[in-house]
């Protein structure tokens, strides 16, 4: 295994924090020279492509039960995978727009928990 490769593959054992990947992207992007490319909308676009690809793979399934116990092993790997690209980019989109993304979802968890109060039985 590489040296970067075995670096991630180390870092798997423990939680990532959305701000240890928001940095890992700005690296990866530094690196390649790509912060050019990464506008609001050029992000977004991309993430959306990405959406769409999450899509096709639940496109001709009909429901799914929980867990996808029926699902083989690769279509697993792939659905992390497309799952993975739509969260990279969300993170990417919200730190290039200022916006501290676990804050928000934080605030916005406890925005729904007062408008959807739970029923009382």
């Given at each position: ?117 739970p029923k009382v039985f």
């Amino acid at each position: 295994m590489g040296g970067e490769e075995e670096k991630i593959a180390e870092e798997r054992i423990m939680d990532i924090s959305l701000k240890d990947l928001s940095n890992k992207l700005e690296e990866f992007a530094k690196a390649r020279d790509w912060e050019k490319y990464h506008s609001p909308r050029n992000l977004l676009l991309a993430m959306v492509g990405e959406v769409g690809e999450l899509s096709e793979i639940f496109q001709w399934r009909g429901e799914v039960d929980k867990g996808l116990p029926n699902w083989e092993e690769s279509d697993k790997e792939h659905l992390g995978e497309e799952l993975s690209d739509v969260l990279l980019y969300l993170i990417r989109l919200a730190d290039i727009c200022g916006i501290d993304l676990g804050d928000a979802a934080t605030k916005k968890i406890i925005k729904n928990a007062i408008k959807y109060p739970p029923k009382v039985f």
